[in-house]
């Protein structure tokens, strides 16, 4: 299938390892210019330099910003222009129990995960709508829905993404621009595989009998009995960002595997 992405182009917030660089990978597959971004300069200049190796041909930029200091923000938007697709990507996830999660932990969760792509979306949307043509994208968590009681804080910003992509694309009635949610399951991203990888360590277990475990505690019921992969994700978002995905905004669209149980 043709998604119809050549001359369109991209950023990816938080998109040097994961979801976000699997995303960048199948964009530039179908042919848009894709721009990525990190926290740290040399990450994502060696992520830059990893995806030009394998799309010599293609056009690659990178821009290292920290969302939680206002000012690389502010830089790095005033370097965003001529965009066609947002993917709001960047979020960071913990484990902590409530009682210990400090008003400074619960800042620090809404500025990184929330903040970061309503200031991206405010800055790209009244382009987007003047040209009438553009794709933003959230990039949610089945956390959102069903909250962890043990990531309470990152649930909440993952509930709030959802409601801020739905009340944005109430602003694009009459345009070809659409802002829609990817609500994703448990998925070994390079931060999960981290953590699963230290705790196969500690517990001196093999890491895919480690993720077998992990998996059976925490999602026994997973239709895909596994963890899914961040291309599998990256799918649906790359399909989002098409011109053939018009029909469908204002929308959450599951890829989590049957994790939630509800219709």
Do not use: C
Request: net charge neutral; glycine share 6%.
């Amino acid at each position: 299938m043709n998604l119809e992405l050549n001359e369109k182009s991209a950023f990816i917030s938080g998109s040097t390892q994961g979801i976000g660089f699997a995303i960048a990978r199948q964009l530039l597959k179908e042919g848009a210019s894709v721009t990525i971004n990190g926290r740290q300069t040399e990450k994502t200049n060696q992520a830059k330099e990893k995806l030009q190796k394998e799309f010599p041909n293609s056009n690659i930029a990178a821009i290292s910003a920290d969302f939680s200091k206002k000012e690389e923000v502010e830089k790095l938007l005033n370097q965003l222009s001529n965009i066609d697709i947002l993917v709001n990507n960047l979020g960071i996830f913990g484990i902590e129990k409530f009682e210990n999660i400090t008003d400074e932990d619960w800042y620090k969760y809404f500025e990184i995960n929330v903040m970061s792509s309503i200031r991206l979306s405010r800055q790209l949307l009244p382009e987007m709508l003047n040209k009438k043509w553009g794709r933003i994208i959230f990039i949610s968590s089945e956390s959102g829905v069903n909250v962890p009681e043990n990531m309470i804080h990152y649930g909440m910003t993952k509930s709030a993404m959802s409601a801020i992509a739905n009340g944005l694309s109430k602003l694009t009635k009459g345009t070809e621009v659409t802002i829609n949610t990817v609500l994703g399951g448990p998925t070994y991203s390079d931060g999960v595989a981290t953590v699963v990888e230290q705790i196969a360590q500690m517990q001196k277990l093999d890491v895919e009998q480690m993720k077998n475990v992990i998996l059976q505690q925490s999602n026994p019921h997973i239709l895909l009995q596994r963890f899914i992969d961040p291309t599998e994700i990256a799918n649906l978002a790359v399909y989002l960002s098409s011109p053939l995905s018009i029909a469908t905004n204002g929308a959450t669209l599951r890829a989590d595997a049957g994790v939630l149980k509800t219709i």
